[in-house]
């Protein structure tokens, strides 16, 4: 008998795994053991499923930084003796967590799969079977019937995401992401049909995992009517590197005080990444008059990224990439975040 695939099955929490507390009946995480009692289908697939339970469980708004470093180590730890991981976890930060693995795992050439639900598993109605049930057989593709998916992902309702391309859009209906800038990975149906061309390629080097993030980090998100207070308090914040969220194709007010607090900040060393406040589209930066003032004074484009994948690219370049480096690598793509 041909081997079985082998697929890590990583806990971390959210509603997937909730109960509703008896008293109160707020939901709150419970014991990862009882989630697998309610999908006995998994015992169904042809593939051996370990579990892991990710420390105490979490609603992933309580998600942190060093938990994306213990989760990166563990999947580094466990590479060569699985062929994919699943992992569970809460929506709401669901898109974060999958910008940041993809930065910390570099030359990923194994399916990580995130995913979770929008109703716990225990409920008859719940999304988080079929949720956890198409994740795992993704994960385990051998390359045969499915490809092998060689990136961080999300699966949510029918659909298979770049993880750094996606957001959370909904917090009502099962179809709870998007990846407005870059195609399904694949679509399940009766068959999972798999956009392969869109699947990154395959990587040559060996598994890399990074261990540093750095999280002095802030976003100032503009709006007409935005007070030199406010810009100057996120500005002035300490923090090292500001995600700046404009309109448009990457517009803002062209009022001095507000492009004299951006040079300053940017002369004191503050690396200032703009991105979209829109869904879909890029930043082109000096398209307009509104966003020409940008180049001159050093505001950093950030294509077509989304918030998530932008604070966690800053994270990442600020822990682990000398400074002088910093602003080129924000350019680039560097694991198909953005569209250059
Ligand atoms: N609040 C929950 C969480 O993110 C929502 C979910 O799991 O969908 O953990």
């Not at 008293?23 to 989630?35: A, E, V």
């Not at 009692?37 to 469980?57: C, M, N, Q, R, Y």
């Not at 995401?161 to 195609?183: D, L, V, W």
């Not at 399904?184 to 598994?207: D, M, Q």
């Amino acid at each position: 008998m041909a081997k079985q695939p082998k697929v890590l099955l990583i806990y971390t929490g959210g509603t997937i795994g909730m109960v509703a507390d008896a008293k109160t009946g707020q939901l709150k995480p419970f014991n990862f053991n009882n989630l697998l009692d309610e999908v006995p289908e998994l015992h169904k697939i042809p593939a051996t499923i370990d579990t892991h339970s990710f420390g105490k469980p979490i609603d992933s708004s309580n998600m942190e930084p060093k938990i994306w470093l213990e989760l990166a180590a563990l999947i580094g730890k466990q590479y060569n003796k699985y062929d994919g991981f699943v992992i569970l976890h809460g929506s709401d930060t669901m898109a974060f967590t999958a910008s940041a693995l993809s930065f910390l795992l570099e030359n990923l050439n194994k399916p990580v799969i995130l995913t979770g639900s929008q109703l716990p598993i225990g409920t008859i109605r719940t999304d988080g079977k079929e949720n956890l049930i198409t994740a795992v057989e993704i994960a385990a593709a051998d390359g045969k019937k499915y490809p092998i998916v060689t990136e961080v992902c999300v699966y949510f309702e029918y659909r298979l995401y770049r993880g750094n391309r996606t957001n959370k859009f909904n917090a009502e209906h099962f179809r709870a992401f998007q990846s407005p800038n870059y195609p399904l990975l694949a679509e399940a149906g009766i068959h999972i049909n798999f956009n392969k061309e869109a699947i990154r390629k395959k990587s040559k080097g060996a598994l890399k995992v990074y261990q540093k993030l750095d999280s002095s980090v802030a976003i100032l998100k503009l709006f007409p009517g935005i007070t030199p207070a406010v810009v100057s308090a996120v500005l002035n914040s300490g923090c090292k590197a500001i995600v700046l969220e404009t309109f448009g194709s990457g517009n803002a007010t062209t009022a001095n005080w507000f492009i004299d607090a951006l040079k300053n900040a940017i002369k004191r060393g503050v690396i200032i990444l703009n991105i979209t406040q829109c869904a879909q589209g890029t930043v082109e930066q000096g398209r307009y008059e509104t966003s020409s003032a940008f180049n001159k004074i050093g505001v950093i484009g950030g294509a077509d990224l989304t918030t998530e994948a932008a604070v966690a690219k800053l994270m990442f370049l600020m822990g682990n990439v000398p400074a002088g480096k910093i602003k080129k690598q924000l350019t680039q793509d560097l694991r198909g975040e953005q569209t250059n």
